[in-house]
């Protein structure tokens, strides 16, 4: 019997043109190679029998995406066999919340295990209108109980792989769950999207300071934003949000002293990833208009209080070093000092914990946090320590 090859997709790149566009689409193809002189001998192909049937996709959210040039604005886009589905565009961020879901009607082989994989991109547009593939991943659906007609349960979260001439990605997942509804009681049903129950909360941040890398990096005080959600009608805009004045000093060293609150219904549980954004507004327009020049997130799971010692560990095991996170409780810590020896030809790597005075440490102290309570939000850990940087635009540069 000629062997299953089951339809792959495949990128497809511009020859000319594109606008610096690193994909122009795809190809689903299936393949067979076969000796020429045994070609004549070659049983004929499996006729597949195809029913109609209706996928549909629930995507929910995806941490710690690789930042390309530019400002990662990232969407994902979802193939099963010839559907194709596509989220919206989140703004602006590598720990993007899409909280939709997406169907699509599709022909698919009544075998269930010649059924296609699903296979997910997740792409970034570019300030050209270009566009980036950041990662992706290859769901096997044609295991049983794969792609159920209803899904039970919470999403899954599942590892994200690097794209062919993509950037470096490390510790990147996304949750979402599948279905495949084949009857017409099944396609009628109307969609369920896993709910979560909520806590309203205050959240409440103490804005000491902020230490940029660069003299001209902005050239008036800028403001710091902390944002909560973003709002499903218009995903530039967060949900909640507060602003400080603008902070006090010179030469990329500003201070605040500012507490900043915001009241925001949070998820109990901890499978749900709940994130504050902060945002870098610089005003250095002739027309006084705010834009964004840098902006990091910090995550809110863990300082949750009624999350259990057990899942705090689970939480830091599966999550934790993408936020540059300690395992500390009730306090929050810099990084520690560690060594770089890529970029950096082996000298010391610079961190929070060495760009502050000592004043800001004798605040810290004065304050009761048993350590430094200023982190770079948009510093992760990559191997032994690498860091995202902005050039003066605002843009993601390369690694430091």
Request: charge should be negative; glycine fraction near 8%; hydrophobic fraction near 40%.
């Amino acid at each position: 019997m000629t062997p299953k090859v089951q339809p792959q997709w495949y990128d497809l790149k511009y020859c000319e043109g594109g606008d610096g566009m690193s994909s122009s689409g795809f190809a689903l193809l299936s393949l067979n190679v076969v000796p020429e002189d045994k070609a004549a001998s070659r049983p004929a192909r499996l006729e597949q029998k195809m029913k109609p049937a209706r996928f549909r996709a629930s995507i929910y959210q995806a941490v710690n995406l690789p930042l390309k040039q530019g400002a990662t604005d990232p969407f994902v886009v979802v193939f099963f066999g010839a559907g194709m589905v596509q989220t919206a565009t989140i703004p602006h961020t590598n720990f993007p919340v899409w909280n939709q879901v997406l169907e699509a009607d599709v022909d698919c082989p009544a075998s269930e295990d010649m059924r296609p994989d699903v296979v997910v991109y997740v792409v970034s547009r570019t300030e050209s209108g270009g566009l980036h593939l950041l990662a992706r991943l290859r769901y096997p659906s044609s295991v049983a109980g794969r792609l159920p007609p209803r899904w039970l349960g919470p999403p899954l979260w599942l590892d994200l792989g690097p794209c062919e001439g993509g950037p470096d990605l490390r510790d990147a997942k996304i949750a979402v769950t599948f279905e495949l509804k084949g009857s017409t009681g099944e396609v009628n049903e109307s969609p369920v999207f896993a709910t979560m129950d909520t806590e309203r909360c205050k959240v409440e941040a103490y804005v000491m300071a902020v230490r940029l890398w660069e003299p001209g990096f902005v050239n008036k005080p800028p403001r710091v934003v902390l944002g909560w959600g973003r709002r499903p009608d218009d995903p530039g805009e967060f949900k909640k949000m507060c602003v400080t004045k603008a902070g006090e000093g010179t030469d990329a060293e500003y201070d605040y002293r500012e507490t900043l609150a915001v009241s925001c219904d949070l998820a109990k549980d901890a499978h749900h990833q709940e994130l504050l954004e902060v945002q870098l507004l610089s005003c250095d327009s002739d027309d006084g208009s705010l834009t964004i020049a840098a902006g990091g997130t910090v995550p809110l799971t863990p300082h949750m209080p009624w999350i259990d010692s057990s899942a705090i560990s689970q939480w830091h095991k599966d999550f934790g070093d993408m936020f540059g996170v300690r395992r500390s409780r009730g306090s929050v810590v810099g990084m520690e000092q560690t060594k770089q020896t890529d970029a950096m030809g082996g000298a010391n790597a610079v961190n929070a914990e060495t760009v502050v005075r000592e004043k800001e440490q004798k605040l810290a102290e004065c304050m009761g946090w048993d350590g430094l309570a200023c982190d770079f939000a948009n510093v992760r850990i990559l191997d032994e320590l690498s860091s995202i940087c902005l050039d003066g635009e605002g843009n993601v540069g390369d690694q430091l």
